[in-house]
């Protein structure tokens, strides 16, 4: 087992008002007039081990703007919408559940994201909302010295004096993201969604003939964080190097810790009763003691050795220094959107052209190296109505 994780209860209750005064248009396929008002309140907690609230507000209006006597009028539409959760308290299994599947308390699919033709058309689905740098280190115990990388560790015996040997060991030890000799493993970013979400669509409808109607559409919304939730840690159990890591990853990252080493055959070099440093590989083997006349196989007269033992992988998720989290990073997206209404499904097929005008997507000057999903425009086909 990598990471081990309890199970987890929520027991959850939802209290929620709707008034409804829309009516239908003759085509029957838009809404003609009125108005909704939806108004939800979830609460987890008092059984079960997820501890939240989540109120949540939609008000939607349909008005008439042209040939309102005639049985398909153009119609001007707009819904506004918003809601929130939080963790009221965290109990001690979310505390100790080990895992990214909750953020401050909050199971992260409860969590708010936008991207859809549900509520911002242009984008991804899930593609709007804070991302969080997530940082891998590794912790290690049970150092040993061996002269191979993957298997049953084989100690380096008499080819390494104790003295020495004790000094590789000591690179061995990593300390995870804090203490003596720290070991960052991989550096990325999750989309953990945000606690707080804000959205507002606009349409302009104008019946076609018959199934059809064309739509101009404007959308925009945010996803942030208002609350302070920390930096979460996430522990595996611990396991053998090789077959955790990969072979020679600890090794590896021995190295990067000791820049003064030769590195550059992936093991700890070993020549003349000493661990070779740069310096010691250049002059002793290579031409006019430059780094562009160094041989490219290992010369037979050097020992090489790997650190061998059991890792630990320690990751943080930054909740507090998520990119986007701030309400400002509001996302917008506009264009036509073709519905025809197809018979027995009932539903409309929907064609839609957007342009997003301050779209992140691709390699962005905020995330170098990672591709955010999505376009600036394009087309996609959808079912269903966003409202």
Known sequence: MI?????????????????DTRQPAKNGIDTLKGSQLALSMGFSGLLGDVRTYQPNISYSRFLPVRHKKSQNPEVFAFRVQAGTIGSWSISKAIKEANSIAFVGGVPVYERYYLG????????????????????????TRNVSVATNSFGTPVNAGTGLNSRDAQQIAALGNLTGFSGA????LTSTFRFIGGD??????????????????LAVFG???????????GTQVINSEFLADDTFLGAGVMTGLALRNAPQLENSFG????????VMTKGDFINEFCAQRTRLGCPVALPDVISQFYVRGEAQQNSLLKVDDALFRGIENYRSSVGLELRVQVPIVNVPFRLIYYYNPNA???????????????KKSGFKFAVGRTF
């Open 267 to 274: 093991s700890i070099l070993y020549y003349n009763n000493r």
């Open 196 to 213: 707080t979400e804000l959205l507002a669509n606009l349409e302009y409808r104008i019946p076609l003939f018959g199934p059809a109607t």
């Open 360 to 374: 992140k997507v691709g390699f962005t000057e905020e995330l170098p190296g990672i591709f955010l999903p999505g």
């Open 219 to 229: 959308d925009i919304g945010s996803v942030f964080n208002i609350r302070k939730t």
């Open 181 to 184: 000799n720290p070991a960052l």
């Open 116 to 139: 859809s033709e549900n509520d911002i058309r242009g984008y991804t689905d899930r593609s709007i909302g804070p991302i969080a740098p997530f940082q891998t280190y590794v912790t």
């Open 3 to 19: 990471y081990s994780q309890p199970d987890i209860i929520t027991s959850r209750v939802t209290a929620s008002f709707v008034y």
